[in-house]
């Protein structure tokens, strides 16, 4: 099994920038891909960013592209969101996941609140 803990959400102004994290624990060496999602009251989650390590690819949704980036450790039990240039519209719960193989995943953090406000 895998455990996802996120972290690094809070309330932020309009324009700010934000690092998100995610600690993966337990059966890591399973893990292919992670990546970040994000799902705000009254809409459905939507896939932000991934992590192959397979091919050592990413992936951006066209939404966000421009102003986030994924990355991780070098161990790769950890996973960065780094959101910039935050609008009001970025507000949501934002989840990692992890997985076996591109879109598959088995894993979900609990996740972590972002709000934006000025």
Wanted: proline share 4%; net charge neutral.
């Amino acid at each position: 099994q895998v455990q996802l803990t996120e972290s690094g959400g809070g309330l932020v102004q309009p324009g700010d920038s934000l690092r998100l994290s995610c600690t993966a624990s337990g059966r890591t060496n399973t893990i292919a891909v992670m990546g970040w999602h994000r799902q705000a009251p009254g809409k459905e989650r939507e896939s932000l960013a991934s992590i192959n390590f397979i091919g050592d690819t990413t992936y951006y949704a066209p939404s966000v592209q421009g102003r986030v980036a994924i990355s991780t450790n070098n161990a790769k039990n950890t996973l960065y969101l780094e959101l910039n240039s935050l609008k009001p519209e970025d507000a949501a719960m934002y989840y990692c996941a992890a997985g076996d193989s591109p879109g598959h995943y088995h894993h979900w953090g609990q996740g972590t609140q972002v709000a934006v406000s000025s």
